[in-house]
């Protein structure tokens, strides 16, 4: 069963939930916007929903100032995140690679047929891209990915 990221549990009780919820939708916003303004290129925010140490979800949030497709540039950008700054709730937010291999990298991130759509158990994007004030496409993408799977090929190639 699929969860949005907009249920993810909240931390911090001492605003009412909602001022919270505005408050954060409102650095989201504006963090992304600024990035993408910056960059010009494209950003996203990598969060796990759910993990059981086999399987786990992960929420992608992504801003690219060109319309291409979300989940497409939203997998790519997990897969990266995974690999070079890791994601608290996995791994216990270290990255996956643990000795550097540029080849091995490259060619797992590889923009046609990318390997790591093995480990992919499922995807689902959150309506369609929207467009902002900084004129930089948002969306939001939800990932299950076989994380027990990847990292057991991980170390049989010698990259962890």
Not at 2 to 30: E, G, I, S, Y
Request: net charge positive.
């Amino acid at each position: 069963m699929w969860t949005t990221c907009k249920n993810r549990p909240h931390r911090d009780t001492t605003m009412p939930h909602t001022v919270q919820a505005a408050v954060r939708c409102l650095f989201a916003t504006l963090f992304l916007a600024f990035s993408a303004t910056l960059c010009a290129q494209e950003t996203s925010h990598v969060a796990v929903l759910e993990s059981n140490g086999k399987i786990a979800t992960f929420c992608v949030d992504i801003s690219t100032t060109k319309k291409a497709d979300p989940a497409q540039t939203a997998l790519h950008a997990l897969f990266q995140t995974l690999l070079e700054q890791g994601v608290e709730g996995v791994d216990d937010g270290t990255p996956l690679m643990k000795k550097n291999s540029p080849k091995w990298k490259s060619n797992f991130l590889k923009a046609d047929k990318p390997p790591y759509m093995s480990y992919v158990k499922g995807i689902y994007t959150e309506g369609e891209p929207l467009r902002n004030q900084a004129e930089a496409y948002e969306s939001t993408v939800l990932v299950k990915v076989n994380i027990e799977f990847l990292l057991r090929q991980m170390t049989t190639y010698g990259v962890r």
